[in-house]
């Protein structure tokens, strides 16, 4: 393989809008493909999350059933067919890459990456990153996850290489997929077609980022997702702003971490801000900048609610300008949510445009408020943005996939 001497294709052309899409909410959160397809207009890539990653380098599904097994009945599809049961289900893709691909063949503009990692598959980036020959397990293995799976990218969700050396080695890595998504496209004659996508979820705290050779990273990263939230948790003292855009200095903010990321050699237009789709809550306190004592049960998590489900009944929503943040206050039970409200999210958008970044991402999309609602975080986003929305064409051609129904379309 042979680095490309052509400056590489961009691979968007407008406003991106990205959004997690959780295997597991297909459990409890009941939040499924056809779910995510009523906003599939709004969107223009989905991360899916997550693979896990084992000791030898290889990349692996989080929930094979839900991920790839599970039978959907009729009116769960795409294409409102149920999933028929055969003596061949072993070499035919279903479960939720299915319906994802089928997703893909009706809004063409829609793009899909597999997330590597996160909070808890994070453990064997650094020994991997370090080991060149546990790097090429890696790299086959998601490649190869690639084209069985019907995707258009790779998402790396690291967190977070700790020392100089483990930012060296993720900068090898991040190289040698580069190389073999390019070498795949070539290998069955898609050159023609956008490249595929390898992107980052990046942290905003000086600590982490600072540890990262962004410049070195950036010629091989198309998206860096910036993971702007979780400013402020249980982990602190006392209550604040889990997303705020401005602060004072020393603060955690997005802008102080947009403007690092700039300066340290990413371009403007390959940074997407994240936005959390939740809200962190604490109880028995006065509001933002206040002691507290403990956290509310939350939607599922301790200390964390849906955003649909916020502000919560009895609570005020309230808003600080300055900051670009907002939150809601119960003075009845002392509880405080910080979250976005559609006129921060509005705001960010300003501020992406004026920036010159990429677009914005959410985590989660099952969080959001169902499609329609005027209080709908990535219908406000779209409303902004939607007017140059990224409508680079997906991919739908797999001809090594395992999968027999792949590598034909589903078109049977």
């Known amino acids: 393989m042979h680095e490309c001497r052509t400056p590489p294709p961009p691979v968007t052309n407008g406003s991106v809008i990205a959004g997690y899409f959780v295997n597991w909410g297909i459990y409890a959160r009941n939040y499924i493909v056809t779910d995510l397809a009523k906003n599939a207009q709004c969107l223009t890539h989905i991360l899916y999350a997550f693979a896990n990653l084992e000791p030898s380098g290889q990349v692996v599904l989080g929930d094979v059933w839900a991920d790839k097994d599970k039978h959907f009945p009729q009116e769960q599809t795409i294409d409102g067919r149920g999933d028929p049961w055969s003596d ?29 990692g996160g909070w808890t598959w994070s453990t064997n980036f650094a020994g991997v990153a370090t080991d060149p020959s546990k790097r090429a397990v890696f790299v086959r293995s998601a490649v190869q ?53 390898l992107s980052v979820a990046v942290p905003c705290g000086g600590s982490n980022y600072r540890v990262l050779r962004l ?21 602190d003292a006392q209550t604040g702003h889990q997303s705020a855009l401005h602060g004072p200095p020393g603060s955690l903010h997005c802008h102080q971490a947009v403007a690092d990321y700039i300066a340290a050699g990413v371009p403007a237009s390959k940074l997407v801000m994240g936005m959390p789709a ?43 300008p300055q900051q670009v943040a907002s939150w809601s206050y119960d003075p009845v039970k002392r509880e405080y949510v910080t ?3 559609p006129v921060v999210v509005q705001t960010k958008c300003d501020y992406i445009g004026q920036m010159g970044l990429a677009g914005a991402m959410f985590w989660e999309l099952s969080a959001d408020r169902p499609v329609g609602h005027p209080r709908s975080l990535v219908h406000t986003v779209h409303r902004a943005l939607g007017h140059h929305l990224d409508s680079m064409p997906n991919h739908l051609e797999y001809p090594a996939s395992q999968y027999a129904n792949m590598r034909y379309c589903m078109r049977s």
């Open 215 to 235: 410049r070195d990273m950036s010629p091989y990263v198309d998206l860096f997702y910036l993971m702007a939230y979780d400013f402020a948790g249980s982990w």
């Open 278 to 320: 939740y809200g962190r809550a604490f109880s028995q306190t006065n509001g933002p900048q206040c002691p507290y004592q403990g956290t509310p049960e939350g939607s599922w998590e301790k200390g964390q609610y849906d955003y649909k489900a916020l502000p919560r009944p009895g609570a005020q929503e309230s808003h600080d």
């Open 145 to 197: 996850h690639l084209g069985d799976l019907g995707l258009d990218g790779i998402d790396i969700d690291w967190k977070y290489p700790k020392t100089e050396q483990e930012a060296l080695n993720y900068v090898h890595l991040l190289y040698e997929l580069r190389l073999a998504l390019d070498a795949y496209q070539q290998q069955y004659r898609q050159t023609d077609q956008p490249r595929l996508i």
């Open 88 to 116: 061949n289900d072993a070499s035919n893709l279903f479960g939720n890459f299915k319906q994802l691909y089928l997703l893909k063949q009706r809004y063409r503009h829609l793009k899909v990456s597999l997330s590597i």
């Open 339 to 341: 979250y976005d409200s």
